[in-house]
């Protein structure tokens, strides 16, 4: 007979319990990041695609559901539930909000719901450190830094890369949102520590071309940046939003993925390449790849050409983040459990 199986406790983490969780430990999480792109290159993940609920009353709005399950030293199940709504940004609070469902590995139950946009943005931000740090082992180390999009990915990459020892000479800004732009000169300009001179660039073009490593992190639903002549530099590009690229762009560079079934869909600019070229050539041998064939040596990433990597944003992050979160706060006996959450749980009354 097997062993008498019992549900975990049910607890729900706050939003100011993730950012505690979570300040301060940029290199951490950097490495954790690392270690699950490695865990799901090998096959010790389930990522399926994600799925979009949208609404015919509010067509720039949509809910996205990412679920997926982790292996590795992780070992959890669970679901991010993430919602878009860009009119809020008027309204004056944040675009996205999001929860997090923890599961169970060996039930299958739910065992802690925490607030997920702080995890959300710290995974993107975390793979985005990551890799800037791998895209440029064979160049020098880029001093000038451009961000295209200032709201509050750009934020928290900046603060990734800071934490987790870069340092630049140069930070440039571009938003098409000129109060953002100034905000985020502001917010770098009072940043503990940061000691580059900050630029605010009336285009994308010249942002782009004084920077050797480039951050797009907007909106954009649709390519905005159709010049290969910008990139003649070959800078190294964190392609962060998808979408912000036309398919000459990265036709001349080398693409680096994160997952490729994830990424070639949804109209992200590889997807556009690969719908203009019909076919993934583009990633074959030298020209490109995953970040998991970066990290294990499969691809040898070129410092003279233009690096653009394009992460589609997987689940299995969010699972990595989101467990880090609930360990730090379970050691803690910070744990917010919900007593009697599953009540039945006698299988015949």
């Known amino acids: 007979m097997s062993a008498a199986k019992q549900p975990p406790p049910f607890s729900v983490i706050s939003g100011a319990q993730v950012q505690a969780a979570l ?17 799901h290159g090998a ?58 469902i923890l599961n169970d590995h060996d039930t299958g139950y739910p065992f802690a719901c925490l607030e997920s946009s702080i995890i959300s943005a710290t995974r993107t931000a975390a793979s985005a450190a990551l890799g800037a740090a791998r895209l440029s082992a064979s160049r020098a180390r880029p001093r000038r830094v451009g961000f295209i999009g200032t709201g509050l990915i750009a934020r928290y990459i900046h603060a990734f890369l800071a934490g987790s020892g870069w340092t630049f000479d140069e930070i440039g800004v571009h938003d098409t949102h000129a109060p953002s732009a100034d905000g985020f000169r502001g917010y770098l300009e009072g940043r503990a520590g940061e000691t580059a001179r900050v630029t605010v660039h009336d285009t994308a ?51 680096v993925l994160d997952d490729v079934e994830h990424c070639l869909k949804a109209n992200t600019s590889p997807h556009l390449l690969e719908q203009q070229t019909g076919s993934r050539d583009f990633l074959a041998g030298e020209r ?27 689940g299995v992050l969010d699972l990595a983040v989101g467990k880090y979160v609930y360990d730090a706060v379970q050691a803690a006996g910070e744990l917010t459990v919900i007593p009697g959450f599953f009540h039945d749980l006698n299988r015949h009354g």
């Not at 301060?24 to 270690?35: K, P």
């Not at 010049?227 to 398919?247: K, M």
């Not at 995953?290 to 944003?313: K, N």
């Open 288 to 314: 490109g790849g995953t970040l998991a064939d970066v990290l294990t040596g499969r691809l040898q990433v070129p410092a003279d050409r233009t690096v653009i990597f394009s992460p589609f944003g997987l």
């Open 43 to 100: 096959g010790d993940s389930v990522n399926p695609p994600s799925y979009f609920l949208t609404f015919p009353d509010r067509p720039t709005a949509r809910i996205i559901a990412l679920p997926a399950s982790l292996g590795g030293k992780v070992q959890v199940d669970g679901l991010k539930w993430i919602s878009s709504f860009p009119e809020n940004v008027a309204a004056g609070i944040p675009r996205a909000s999001a929860v997090l």
């Open 23 to 39: 300040t301060g430990r940029e290199q951490e999480i950097v490495d954790l990041v690392e270690e699950a792109y490695r865990w």
């Open 205 to 255: 073009e010249s942002l782009i071309r004084s920077s050797d490593l480039v951050v797009f992190a907007t909106v954009a639903a649709t390519p905005h940046v159709a010049e290969p002549s910008w990139f003649d530099h070959h800078p190294v590009v964190l392609h962060i939003s998808l979408r912000d690229l036309a398919p000459e762009i990265l036709l001349d560079a080398v693409n």
